[in-house]
């Protein structure tokens, strides 16, 4: 039997969002006046640091409070040992039912799935044990796509071609705004304690903010970013992302603005959708009793 007296649990994570990029951190261009209403009204944690990098790594050592050398997630794509313990396994031992939206990016265990050509075994995006899933937004984000499709748009089915139509759709059909929109929904059917997970894609890569966020920002004020290392000194990692050579970041001083202003537009634009969640919170009574915890898997 659920206690009624419980506290909400709201867990948020941004992905790829660097831990400077608040404005209540003192940035001097990025604008995230949501997330700064939030650090105003609890605790902003300044000596929080992401374990690992890239996302798979990252998250596993979120969800379970491992570090890498222990849950042995190396790299996007490798399987998560289903031994150990996670957020989702420690909140229905809470008596919660934690709910997901979006995406765990969790490969999963072998020894769970023994069909071979179970598609499971062969994804990255895997689901971490634990959650009820209300919107699975792992990729190709095929919710995502079949809504765009019924509101007109010409897309085809493929991730990077949906984000990097971003920019050319109003903001309210961006990737953020829809799994806002379930959250608002699933939230407003609540009738007891919940306990909630909004996994948001965004500021991660391509670099395309969406709507009138993608001006948000103009390339000539977003300044410059950390001297990169000489060619000498670079690993390989450096060079070949992962193998993934469209990850390098360009040479060009211009172009590097140009995606600078497109980081900050997408920083501000899911800062934006954060806000309408808040809004929610406060207009049902139910903020000062909502924990709001918000991170992100490592930074850009």
């Given at each position: 039997?659920?206690?009624p007296?419980r ?6 994570t941004?992905d790829?969002?660097r831990?400077?990029c608040?404005s ?10 949501n ?10 944690l300044r ?6 990098a890239p ?7 979120l969800?379970t ?11 996007n794509?490798?399987p998560?040992d ?5 957020i989702a396994?420690?909140a229905?031992?809470a008596g919660?039912?934690?709910t997901?939206?979006g ?7 072998p020894?769970?799935?023994t069909d071979p ?6 994804t ?5 044990p ?18 765009l499709?019924?509101l007109?748009?010409?897309v ?10 971003e ?7 961006s ?12 939230i407003d ?5 919940w306990?909630?997970y909004?996994?948001?894609l965004r500021?991660?890569?391509?670099y395309?903010?969406?709507g009138?966020w993608s001006?948000?920002?103009s390339?000539?004020?977003v ?8 060619a000498?000194e670079?690993?390989p990692?450096?060079t070949?992302l992962?193998g993934v050579?469209d990850?390098?970041?360009?040479t060009?001083?211009?172009a ?7 980081y900050f537009?997408?920083v ?7 806000g309408?969640?808040?809004d929610?919170?406060q207009r049902n009574g139910?903020?000062?009793?909502t924990m ?7 930074g850009?």
């Amino acid at each position: 039997m659920t206690d009624p007296n419980r506290p909400n649990v709201l867990f948020i994570t941004l992905d790829q969002f660097r831990g400077d990029c608040l404005s209540s951190a003192g940035h001097p261009v990025v604008r995230t006046p949501n997330l700064d209403r939030l650090a105003a009204a609890g605790v902003s944690l300044r000596r929080h640091y992401s374990q690992a990098a890239p996302c798979a790594p990252g998250r596993a050592a979120l969800y379970t409070g491992m570090y890498q050398m222990n849950n042995r997630v190396v790299g996007n794509g490798t399987p998560l040992d289903r031994r150990h313990d996670n957020i989702a396994h420690i909140a229905r031992r809470a008596g919660y039912r934690p709910t997901l939206f979006g995406y765990t990016d969790q490969g999963v265990d072998p020894r769970v799935v023994t069909d071979p050509s179970d598609p499971r075994r062969s994804t990255a995006w895997g689901l971490l044990p634990g959650f009820d899933v209300e919107l699975n937004l792992s990729g190709p984000y095929t919710p995502w796509f079949r809504w765009l499709t019924e509101l007109g748009y010409d897309v085809v089915d493929e991730e990077a071609s949906l984000l990097n139509g971003e920019p050319d759709r109003p903001a309210e059909h961006s990737t953020s705004a829809f799994l806002t929109d379930r959250l608002l929904g699933w939230i407003d059917r609540q009738d007891g304690p919940w306990f909630a997970y909004a996994s948001y894609l965004r500021p991660h890569p391509p670099y395309g903010a969406a709507g009138h966020w993608s001006e948000a920002y103009s390339p000539d004020e977003v300044g410059e970013p950390i001297t990169p290392l000489g060619a000498a000194e670079r690993h390989p990692f450096h060079t070949t992302l992962l193998g993934v050579p469209d990850m390098q970041p360009p040479t060009d001083p211009a172009a590097m603005r140009r995606l600078r202003a497109q980081y900050f537009g997408m920083v501000s634009e899911v800062d934006s959708q954060l806000g309408r969640v808040w809004d929610l919170l406060q207009r049902n009574g139910q903020w000062e009793n909502t924990m709001v915890v918000v991170t992100a898997d490592h930074g850009e």
